[in-house]
């Protein structure tokens, strides 16, 4: 039995294990996807994660963090840049062929300082960095300075999950343990569609390797003692310190899902694309054509009624 403390090598772990995961390749249709994307954007990094990256599905849709340094580096309109800046992240969808492949993509946008202030230790908003201590690739880049800036908050996204997964996972465990603990907490904050055993698919396979490897080496690097007993951990957490962290995440379980649907409220009018993402949803689930004109796709607020009784005509609503 070894009681593990703080030491100084723990940090560098922790960044290499991110670092290595973020120079991983991914498909070439990807990285072709994202330079059409950035154009000349003067983007600090653009990160790729989510389903599509776990599992390649062609008929699927990639998820897609572009890294700003100002609001003003990304081409849209002045109102989408202020509710950004108000509360992040806008999403916008893309469509583009890449090799005869018809691609789409979620992006979400934010700045550099978003990112820090979201993956701080007492943000209530829960959203990123419970996103953002999954695995991730940085599939583009400006330079090694905004290299550095994102993975910083990369480390910060790990740091502040490990210290909630220890406050409010058991008392002792397996490190999968402490993260499905996590994860189901994070997931019911949110108004999230997928199902109850999503924390569990999350930590499977060779990803479950990757966090329990991660776990230790985060706590360490936090200076959270914790003795290892074969696969088990037992962080050193007072009964005190459990007892406010429960108080605190209530407050954070009680904003999670308002500020959500603020979000899904800000997006009825600054999701850019929205109305053909939407269109892609329902063909995908129900095999119905939306076939948007380009009125629609550019106005689907003004034509929301027409819309919805196409919708209701194909029967969409009874299925």
């Not at 389903?51 to 849709?61: N, Y």
């Not at 609001?71 to 800046?85: F, L, V, Y």
């Not at 997928?194 to 329990?212: I, M, N």
């Not at 009018?269 to 949803?281: H, P």
Request: glycine share 8%; proline share 5%.
């Amino acid at each position: 039995m070894d009681d593990v403390r703080y030491d100084l090598f723990a940090a560098g772990r922790v960044a290499r294990i991110l670092t290595d995961e973020l120079v991983r390749p991914v498909e070439p249709a990807v990285t072709a996807f994202v330079g059409e994307l950035v154009g000349d954007a003067p983007v600090l990094g653009v990160l790729f994660y989510g389903s599509g990256l776990r599992q390649v599905d062609p008929e699927g849709i990639l998820d897609f963090y572009v890294v700003l340094d100002r609001q003003a580096d990304w081409p849209r309109s002045r109102a989408a840049r202020e509710a950004n800046a108000l509360l992040p992240p806008n999403v916008e969808y893309h469509e583009r062929t890449i090799d005869g492949r018809y691609v789409r993509a979620k992006v979400a946008i934010l700045t550099v300082a978003q990112f820090r202030a979201l993956t701080a230790r007492g943000n209530l908003d829960t959203t990123i960095w419970a996103r953002f201590c999954q695995p991730v690739r940085l599939v583009w880049v400006r330079d090694a300075a905004a290299a550095d800036a994102i993975l910083g908050c990369l480390i910060r996204a790990v740091a502040v999950a490990a210290w909630w997964a220890a406050l409010l996972g058991p008392e002792s465990g397996t490190a999968q343990a402490y993260w499905e603990s996590l994860f189901r907490r994070t997931y019911a904050a949110e108004l999230r569609v997928e199902g109850g055993d999503r924390p569990t698919t999350l930590l499977a396979g060779d990803l479950g390797a990757r966090f329990d490897v991660l776990l230790p080496a985060a706590w360490a690097a936090s200076g959270l003692s914790f003795v290892r007993e074969g696969d088990m951990l037992c962080p050193a957490v007072s009964t005190d310190a459990r007892a406010r962290a429960g108080r605190q995440w209530r407050i954070r379980a009680d904003l999670g899902r308002p500020l959500n649907a603020a979000r899904l409220f800000k997006a009825a009018f600054t999701f850019a694309g929205g109305a053909r993402y939407i269109a892609w949803k329902v063909r995908r689930h129900s095999g119905f054509d939306l076939a948007l004109t380009p009125f629609e796709a550019r106005h689907p607020l003004i034509c929301l009624p027409r819309l919805l009784w196409r919708l209701k005509g194909a029967g969409i609503f009874r299925r």
